[in-house]
């Protein structure tokens, strides 16, 4: 069964001050690795797609990159709008449409 | 930019009422999903649905649960008799094709409050 663990939980940054969230995975074959940001009480925005190791791809202050069994989201400097919610998921190979998701970091930038 | 539609934002329901969550996909996609989401759980695969007929459902689809295309452009959630545990965000979402990880974009969700 396929599994996906975030880390950390939950995690506190000042305004400007650069992290890295976790993505774990575990599939018999990965077809595509999905990061969405999540705000309370709205869907799940999507962000990046990552087919294969060693692919990386950036929007405004995030980067995304894949390893064969990890994926980092990388934030740089970032903002008080950046606080969300952030959701790791990924897509197996086998002939499935579903995406299992991680439990998802809790961003919080303090000004 | 295209963006996946649901309505209502909010349904509170009686424990054993029937209800109907509706979606509008993405104009040019093909594939159509629903996720729910407990709150302070992770977002989980209900089902999903491909040319006029289910293609994949979780266990947690069962029998109380169904889904519908009714005409081209809604895509709709009916649980037949709702129960405490059926409280949860649901998210309706669509992608162009299920090859190659094509991206499935969410809606805004529907809050079901079960009473």
């Known amino acids: 069964e396929d599994q996906v663990t975030q880390s950390p939980e939950a995690l506190r940054l000042q305004e400007g001050e650069s992290s890295s969230l976790n993505c774990s995975y575990t599939?018999?074959?990965?077809?595509?690795l999905f990061w969405y940001r999540q705000d309370p009480g709205k869907g799940p925005e999507f962000l990046f797609t990552?087919?294969?190791a060693g692919e990386e791809k950036e929007k405004e202050r995030l980067k995304a990159t894949l390893t064969k069994k990890e994926s980092f989201l990388h934030i740089t400097a970032p903002k008080p709008e950046d606080s969300a919610t952030y959701l790791c998921?990924?897509?197996?190979?086998?002939?499935?449409?579903?995406?299992?998701f991680g439990t998802g970091t809790k961003l919080q930038v303090i000004p | 930019e295209p963006e996946v539609t649901q309505t209502p934002s909010h349904q509170v329901t009686q424990m054993g009422q029937e209800v109907i969550l509706r979606c509008v996909p993405i104009s040019n996609h093909l594939y159509f999903y629903w996720y729910r989401q407990i709150l302070g759980q992770k977002v989980e695969f209900l089902v999903s649905f491909y040319n006029n007929e289910i293609s994949e459902k979780s266990e947690i689809f069962d029998d109380q649960f169904s889904v519908e295309r009714p005409d081209g452009s809604n895509f709709t959630l009916k649980i037949r008799s709702t129960k405490l545990e059926d409280s949860a965000m649901y998210f309706c979402?669509?992608?162009?094709?299920?090859?190659?990880?094509?991206?499935?974009?969410f809606g805004p969700g529907t809050r079901l409050t079960v009473l």
């Open positions: 990552l087919y294969s």
């Open positions: 979402a669509s992608s162009g094709l299920a090859s190659r990880g094509d991206t499935q974009y």
């Open positions: 599939v018999s074959g990965l077809r595509g």
């Open positions: 998921a990924v897509h197996n190979s086998g002939g499935y449409q579903k995406v299992t």
